[in-house]
C-alpha cells in the first residue's frame, strides 16, 4: 500500500459531476440540526463547493471556510459561490489544517477520509480545529454496503478493480463502517452514529448514475490507474462500461449507496 493516500477518482467530468450534484439535503442532511445562525464552518474536502454553498446560507452571517487538496477544485468553488459575503475557499489538507486550534464550531467531511493514509489522525486534526464543545461531522460511503438489481455481464467486475485501485493508492473503500471506531481512536468520547443512503431508480437517475460510475471505470484516473497497475485492460474497462448502461437501460435497475455518519462532539 502506498505511503499516502491519492485522490483516487480524479478530476475528469464524470467525478466532477457527481461533486456538483451533492447538497447540504442530499449530503449532509444528518448535520442540519446542529447548524444554527452565527456558527463558524470548515468544510473539508469541499470540491466545488456544492455543500458549502448549502452550509454557508444556513449559518449565514457565520464564516464557512471551504479547504480541498486540489486547486482546481478550489477555483471552481469560488467560481460557484458568486462573491457570497460569508464563504471563502482556499487548498488544504485534512492531515495538515493551516488553522489555528480551536477555530470553527463545526468541522464537516464528506467522502474524503476514504482517500486518507491516515484517517485516524486526519480525524485528530479535524479536532484540533473545532472548538470545545462544537461538532466534527463525517459522512463516508462503504462500497461493501452498495447494491444493485439487475446485475448485467460486465457489471460485477467494476467493484473488485476499483478496490485493487482505491487500496493501492492508499484508501479505503469499506470507510463506512470504520468511522464510528476511527473516531473514538482519534480520541472522541462522545460520538453519535447513524447511516443514510443514495438511492437511484428513476431512468433519468440510473442514466446519469451509471455514466457518473461506469464512464468513471472507462475514462477518469480509475481507469488509468487500473490499466497502469495491471488491474484491467482498457478493454475490459469498456466492457464494464457496457455492463452499467446495461443496468441502466433496465426497467427495474435499482442501485443503493450506503453511508456511514458520525457527529462527535470536540
Known sequence: MADQATYTHGHHETVLSAHRRRTVENSAAYLIEHLRPG???LDVGCGPGSITAGLAERVAPGRVVGVDAAETAVEQARAAAGGAPNVEFAVGDVEDLRFDDDAFDVVHAHQVLQHVADPVGALREMRRVAKPGGVVAVREADFGGMVWHPNPPGMDSWMPVYYKVAR?????????????????????????????????????ERAWWSESWGGRLARSAV????????????AELEEIH??????????DGWFAV???EIVCRA
Open 39 to 41: 456558527a463558524s464552518v
Open 168 to 204: 493501492g493508492n492508499g484508501g479505503e473503500p469499506d470507510a463506512g463502517r470504520r468511522l464510528a471506531a476511527w473516531a473514538r481512536e482519534a480520541g472522541f468520547a462522545d460520538v453519535r452514529a447513524s447511516a443514510s443512503a443514495w438511492c437511484f431508480a428513476t431512468p433519468d
Open 223 to 234: 481507469a488509468d490507474t487500473a490499466v497502469a497497475e495491471g488491474h484491467a485492460t482498457r
Open 242 to 251: 457496457a455492463g452499467w448502461k446495461a443496468w441502466a437501460a433496465a426497467e
Open 258 to 260: 450506503l453511508h456511514a
